[in-house]
């Protein structure tokens, strides 16, 4: 007994395709130079290739876009040709500020925990560098002070552990966020030079992190076993 017509089904497809999508705002603000008139893209780089999503113009330095997704999709955001900004497009309303010395995204989930972690990580590469410039003024110095230039050493040591503990922590602590493995994956080089840091997150995770796709895929490359 057919309890549907066939264009009540096809009504019921079309509901449920809806229903599983969601619908994406971005609003964006640029207080910068050379922006005006120019037109905005949304890029996702795959393993199959480059796509466009989304684009649109900057007019009276404000830009936005609108539209629906299925899931939660890693984009850089581009001026033109140029790479301005990466982001996460997801459903619900995204802010975007540009200005000459910043550019963030926020007001979804997985922007928020993105751009936290990227302010915290920049505060440590800060210090990183600047510790760094001192290691080389004294190695340039006509009087080397080797005890303070052993204390400089041990400090990007200090430094260096600091900014793996934070990668670490923000990826364990949020491992069931897409953000998660988008962060691990920027770790990621050859899959036979593993590197202690991937290692250290791979043997602490928990198993739904590991069986991610991008994850699995790269543990399986790399004869990854626990």
Known sequence: MRCFTNAAVSVLAVLLMTACKGH???????????????SMFLVEYTANGVSIIDSCKV?????????????????????????????????????IVISPTEGYASGTRQNDLFYSFLKEKNRIDNRFDDMMQRQL????????????????????????????????????DNSKESVAVGVFSMLLGPADQMSPLVRRILD???????KNPTVADYAAKAGYRR
């Open 24 to 38: 994406y705002s971005i609003q964006g603000t640029v207080d910068a130079f050379g922006y005006e008139g120019c």
């Open 59 to 95: 007019h009276h330095s404000a830009f936005r876009m609108d539209g629906s997704l299925d899931s939660v999709r890693f984009v850089m955001l581009c001026k033109d040709n140029t790479p301005v900004l990466p982001m996460y497009l997801e459903k619900g309303k995204t802010s």
């Open 137 to 172: 003024q004294l190695v340039q110095a006509d009087v080397i002070d080797s005890d303070e230039l052993q204390g400089v050493r041990d400090s990007l040591s200090d430094i260096v552990r600091e900014c793996e503990d934070l990668i670490a922590s923000f990826i364990l």
């Open 204 to 210: 602490s995770a928990p198993k739904s992190f590991l």
